[in-house]
């Protein structure tokens, strides 16, 4: 059901990316169920999850709603996702983190949130500094 649900909010992201109702709601979903396990976070990549919350946070960077489930969502997503750092799936989403920093310079929590995501990805593998 979670593979189905990943497939349908990046689809309605997607679909309507000028709407930031829609663009945090879809941020939000994604969040809660990359939460549930490091599978669920793979159907999320698979459907494209990460591109559709970058460019929710940058369709709408001035939206906190938008930009706070946007961090999020990259948040848990982070916390699952398989890798040595050098997979796609982690690079996109450390290039992904930079992006949200940017786009929520000067909202301290968001940047710490960002900042602690970004130490995990990147040193998730302690023989790979």
């Known amino acids: ?3 189905q649900i990943a497939k349908t909010v990046v ?11 829609i ?12 939460k549930n396990n490091q ?6 990549l698979a459907a494209g ?6 460019v929710a946070m940058l369709h709408h960077p001035y939206n906190d709603e938008v930009m706070a489930s946007g961090t ?19 690079i ?3 290039l992904s983190v930079f992006s ?11 940047q710490e949130k960002s900042c602690r995501l970004l130490a995990q990805l990147l040193f998730a593998n302690k023989q790979n500094p």
């Open 49 to 54: 999850g990460i591109d559709a919350v970058v």
């Open 100 to 110: 949200a920093m940017y786009y929520n310079e000067g909202k301290g929590a968001s």
């Open 92 to 94: 996109d989403l450390v």
């Open 11 to 21: 689809g309605a992201m997607k679909q309507s990316r000028e709407d930031p109702v």
């Open 23 to 34: 663009q945090a709601n879809g941020c939000s979903t994604l969040s809660a169920i990359a």
């Open 39 to 44: 599978e669920s976070c793979q159907w999320i």
């Open 72 to 90: 999020e969502a990259l948040e848990s997503l982070g916390h699952n996702v398989s890798g040595d750092g050098q997979s796609d799936d982690a």
């Open 1 to 3: 059901a979670q593979k």
